[in-house]
């Protein structure tokens, strides 16, 4: 299986797991109230969307509530307009300068592949001429070694 398919599969589970949640939570509620919207923050921030997409995401929820009613409101639906909208307006490529180092910083929670996605970034990266920070020598010996390029 290769990067991108593994990327794809732990996307299809997140997808999986937000859409049973959020069905969950609008066959409990009759009307979009405050618990409900509350629940929904928190399964929004649960699937890692962070704060800014979960307040964007709500409120394109709300608004379609009140224009369109609760049959309307599709919320699966509205969710992922806007994180396509959201990745849609941003560069997503990484910024690199020639002659200089570019760092990378792989930020998440334990267990949630930070060590294996740098590794495969780094074997990537390496691909395309790339060498891992340090000195040459530390990149050689010890990147290098690790990711079995050496």
């Known amino acids: 299986m290769g990067l991108f398919s593994k990327f794809k599969d732990g996307l299809r589970k997140t997808a999986s797991k937000l859409g049973q949640e959020i069905k969950r939570i609008v066959s409990l509620s009759p009307k979009l109230d405050a618990d409900s919207i509350?629940?929904?923050?928190y399964v929004l921030l649960?699937?890692?969307?962070?704060?800014?997409?979960?307040?964007?995401?709500l409120a394109a929820v709300r608004e379609a509530y009140e224009t369109q009613g609760r049959e309307g409101v599709d919320i699966v639906t509205i969710a992922s307009r806007e994180v396509e909208k959201s990745f849609a307006a941003s560069d997503n490529s990484l910024a690199r300068r020639p002659?200089?180092?570019?760092?990378?910083?792989m930020v998440?929670?334990?267990?949630?592949?930070?060590?294996?996605?740098?590794?495969?970034?780094?074997?990537r990266l390496h691909g395309e001429g790339e060498r891992n920070g340090g000195s040459p020598e530390q990149s050689r010996d010890?990147?290098?070694?690790r990711l079995g390029l050496r």
């Open 142 to 145: 010890t990147a290098g070694s």
């Open 99 to 105: 002659d200089e180092l570019t760092v990378v910083s």
């Open 46 to 57: 649960g699937a890692d969307l962070g704060m800014p997409m979960t307040r964007q995401i």
């Open 38 to 41: 509350e629940e929904l923050e």
């Open 108 to 123: 998440g929670v334990n267990g949630t592949g930070k060590t294996t996605t740098t590794a495969k970034l780094a074997h």
